[in-house]
């Protein structure tokens, strides 16, 4: 099989010192050769000193999920050498500084060794500690350009792009790159097999991360108001609205049109949040597992108080502190049922950059429609990589919906306001925004029981009248949140899959894998909590639906069982909670195990 | 059960400048026990409101859960209202504020509302110096489940089932100033003649407003041997001067004795004129009023009044140098950036 554009290189960093931004050099060195990639960051829960991993998968075919096993290992940290050196697929590649010798355990047969004086040359080359350092991590990626056939001109236009404005450091990093080369070309046999070549398969695609790209949907989508307490992995999503902000949302007079507050603690960011909707103002706040239990009692009372809220629930490895710095979708039963009583959320399940951009920008609409907050199911895998993925888009006519709320106009001609009333027979009442009218259309908001009037009232049925109404809001709901995709015209067959997420990337190339050896299972991607119809109708039509995801209990399994009328028992988990984003393999795997064990 | 009072308006109450009677400030009948200092509280806000020509759809009121959390219902009707979950009124307001800077933001809370569950977020909203008056219905107990004791039950102090409460108290007013609350007031909810312009000084004041008002819980706490029953506080009240408000572009007619009499105006143009000033205090001096809060606490009395007022007027919207207009009133057209914008930002991901 040929390897050309078709492999997986991990870099063995220590954390904090300066890998990255070599790194993503690669990364992105890859892309402009117009070659679909996929880098994955993993780092430890840790500023300095502990491991940390990128990993590059290269994909001719344009498949973007994670994959087992590593073509070239670039080994810079002893600490983690011995599992680096496990690591490499037999045939594949070991590139190590070999300014100090490789110790006897670390030599495997099956693999090639490639070793370079990075230290020894940068110490000879730079006089600066922090330099020698820095330019130890350019010049491994001078050393792969050479044998992975990288354009070099493309590598100094990325230098040149990224230090604009700083042009003295251009010469240093080019002198770095070709330290890299040159000790290629002198010393081993280039290229080697597995290589890239130029292509034109990214087209206008943009590569970003998904925390960042619901940072401008904030912006786009209206947000005032932002109120955030600082949470790995979801820290990005309020920094990057904040730099969106203070770029594109400065009045004439130089203040800002957005405030944005770090909140002393979850609790209090979702109150700052629940108040600044309250009177009228776009708010949401982004957080992980941790913040979304502390969130749980002031959830509640949005539901039930009806209060529009936006929260980015960038997904972690849980429980507790779990794995802090590694992926899954394992939020799904909290942010669902989030608080006591009967309680239901909205929730979305962005699958890349540029829907986290859509569904962040729209969830406003919907939050404000539905009077209820609204949650975005990130992950981390999703929220900090950067993925390849198409390009932001804006209507230019699209306008704010704003949802159902009175204006001392409207009030005039009303004789006595009721919040909620449910006047349109959808479950959804008209608020009101604090200040709008001298005598008319206030009331006290309240998690207690109230009447259609907004009073207090202990009254039984009138306590129903309310949870009913709630009830029928939810099927409004699910008419307004967006549908699932359907990956094929008519079923083909007679076993399904259901995935969301970031799960996507890998079940799409898994499905693939299965249907090259004869297996053809029908997809649909899941986009929102509450399921429409589709997703029922999916799960009639097949006698088995594989249901795949990222935690260990089966969470969305839970909620289809829950949520629609169908048979437990056709719902057959595939899982991957080790952490580390799923990969096709994983998928592929189990599902022939399900099949085997049906069959 | 809340009940709706009767919409009777008597003909010959007297009006204010807005041509509004006190009803237009009232709310709903209220619900808590009869002689409960939180009612009385709720009086003087309501005269206050009138008096100060506010009108209430310019007021939101906050609060957090209790008997004293329940009163914004029973003041106000006019006003939006929010009564939050237990403690967590100070991030509901703080959100709402920076949502509308336009409005006037007041906020109740019970002692253990703020005291204990709330205490993180009250010291947050006092150091951010959010703009909002926080008066804490402060009785000693928890009203609302049945009296037990709270955070600021005085060492010493007796419940009505006997028991002395071991613990210190926490002092509200000594931790707002040391947060940097930029007026900070103590009273007493039989003290109307005080209370009133004090909530109303408060009211007129650009930052955060604390006051601290001792209301005595007549069902849990009002026993003899408690430092919270109407008959302890009246022996032991100690003012730190008579408080009269002067509203604004009124005459000022009363003339005080020389030495001993302070004026201060207020953000709003409004004055507040203070006389009989107790020996050594300042009430634009942190140190001074540290020292009076301390001097009473060590003499078993009950400080009251004005205690610390800063003129500095630098609040949240300040430090965040957020938009003079409204945030909730910006329009689509000025929140997003539009089609051009974006394809700018998508060539710079490529
Ligand atoms: C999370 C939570 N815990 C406990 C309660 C029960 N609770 C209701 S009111 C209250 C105490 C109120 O005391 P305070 O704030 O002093 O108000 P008061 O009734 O004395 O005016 C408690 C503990 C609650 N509502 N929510
Ligand atoms: S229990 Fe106490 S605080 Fe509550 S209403 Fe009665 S007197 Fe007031
Ligand atoms: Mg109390």
Redesign the pocket.
Known sequence: MSMINDFVVRFANVNGTGSASANYLFAKSIFRMGIPMSPKNIFPSNIQGLPTWYEVRVSERGYLGRREGVDVCVSVNPQSMKQDVACVKPGGYFLYDNTKPLAAELIREDINYLGIPLMATCNREYTDPRQRQLFKNVMYVGALSALLQIEFGVLEELLAEQFAGKEKLIAPNVKALKLGIDYVHEHFTYPLPMRVERRDLVGNSILTTGNSASGLGAVYGGATVVAWYPITPSTSVAEAFHEYADELRIDADGRTNFAIVQAEDELAAIGMVIGASWNGSRSFTATSGPGVSLMN?FLGLAYFAEVPVVLVDVQRTGPSTGMPTRTQQSDLTIAAYASHGDTKHVMLFPSTPTECFDMTADSFDLAERLQTPIMIMSDLDLGMNDHMCTPFQWDEHSEYDRGKVYSAEDLDTIKRYGRYQDVDHDGIPYRTIPGVHATKGSYVVRGSSRDEFAVYTEDSAAYMRNMDRLSKKWETAKTLVHAPQRYQEKDASTSGALFFGTTTDSAQEALDILKASGIVIDALRLRAFPFNNTVAEFVRSHDRVFVIEQNRDGQMRSLLTTELNVDPAKLLSVLNYDGMPITAETITSQILHHLNQTS | MSFLRPKFRHPHLPTNELGYTTTEYEGSLSTLCAGCG?DSISAAIVQACFEMNIEPHKVAKLSG?????KTPAYFLGNSHGFNTV?GRMPSVATGANLANRDLIYLGV?????TAS?GMGQFVHAVRRNLNMVYIV?N?G?????KGQD?ATADRGSKSKAGSVNPFESIDLCGLALELGASFVGQSFSGDKEQLIPLIKAAMSHKGFAFVNVISP?VTFNNNVGSTKSYDYVRQHMEATATVDFVPMMTEITASYEQGSDATISMHDGTLLHLHKLADGWDPSDKLSAIHALQHARNEAKVLTGLIYYSADGHELHDVLNSSERPLNSLRQEELCPGVAKLEEINKGLR
Do not use: A, Q
Request: aromatic residues 4%.
């Open positions: 009692e | 939180h859960i209790g008997c004293s959390s237990h809370s019970g002692d253990g509302d569950i219905m009785n107990c928890y009203g609302l489940t709270s819980c």
